[in-house]
């Protein structure tokens, strides 16, 4: 099935995109499949271990995360009861735009024969490596043409879902126009959550707002101070229960409050911690959301 992409913010689910609540269902949520980056990390988890970026970047392979890719595409496949949908929460490639794009190009090449063979739906988020650390009009331009919209919303059985571009959050400095015009934009899907016509309201984005707990301190892979507690209270008021995130290539998260839990999915790609490789399957009843952690088989077993 091929990969959706979002256009004028929205996205319409094939397997259904209503707004009412019918029965349970699952969807899969992923993250950092990263085609590139174990070439780039030397297969130890950190850059430039091997040959890092320079010089020799343009000779890179990625034939890991392409067997690791294909079991996952396999193992969903096989599910005799099939997710709604998939969604990938952000660094879906590892070259960056503006410095690889030819190499970028490669591996996109092989992102999209691997998912076209995903007999459900998948959803792209946008991650730092697919916009740049400090993105641009050019660099999340051509973002959009790859995989579509940044930011946008769908519904699957009364279920509403925000998916957004944090790197608006991460830096700001060449777009601030597009910073701005997603914060408005948002300000109206929440109000939307509030209005009370969804049975659950959730987020996706790719960095977490914090890892373990939300009075953590500020590290690479978090939001700093006061603008995650800014942000996290805005959401809890409104109504969402669920924000689903990557960026840490490890699993973690945590609660904010009683009632909005962050959701911190490791790398389907290279791993920076302990955890295999793997994903989220995600049960969405009528009454909660509940989750829970998939590896995906020894790539010697497929």
């Known amino acids: 099935m091929p990969v959706l992409k979002a256009e004028n913010r929205t996205l319409l689910l094939p397997s259904s995109s209503s707004n009412s609540w019918s029965e349970p269902f699952s969807f899969i949520q992923f993250a950092d499949c990263q085609l590139g980056m174990e070439w780039s990390c030397g297969g130890t988890g950190g850059y430039g271990q091997r040959n890092g970026y320079e010089p020799n970047y343009d000779q890179a392979t990625w034939n890991h995360e392409i067997r690791w890719c294909n079991t996952f595409v396999q193992m969903i496949n096989e599910m005799e009861i099939k997710p709604k949908f998939s969604i990938v929460c952000g660094d879906i490639l590892d070259a960056w735009p503006s410095k690889w794009p030819k190499v970028r190009d490669r591996q996109k090449a092989d992102f999209y024969k691997i998912f076209d063979n995903l007999d459900i739906p998948l959803v792209c988020v946008c991650g730092n490596h697919d916009v740049g650390n400090s993105p641009t009009t050019e660099s999340v331009a051509r973002y959009q043409n790859d995989f579509g919209d940044d930011w946008f919303t769908f519904v699957c059985d009364g279920l509403f879902c925000i998916v957004l571009n944090s790197q608006y959050w991460e830096d700001p400095t060449h777009i601030p126009d597009l ?124």
């Open 179 to 302: 910073a701005e015009e997603q914060e408005s934009w948002l300000d109206a899907q929440l109000e939307q959550v509030k209005s009370g016509k969804y049975r659950h309201s959730i987020m996706f984005q790719h960095i977490p707002w914090f890892l373990e707990t939300p009075d953590e301190p500020k590290v690479y892979y978090n939001f700093p101070q006061p603008f995650r507690e800014k942000m996290l209270s805005r959401f809890s008021a409104a109504g969402i229960s669920k924000i689903f995130c990557g960026h840490y290539h490890r699993n973690a998260g945590g609660w904010y409050g009683d009632g909005l839990e962050l959701v911190v999915t490791s790398a389907l790609g290279l791993q920076q911690g302990k955890d295999r490789n793997g994903f989220r399957i995600v049960d969405v009843g009528a009454e909660e959301i509940t989750h829970r952690y998939q590896e995906i088989r020894n790539i010697d077993e497929t």
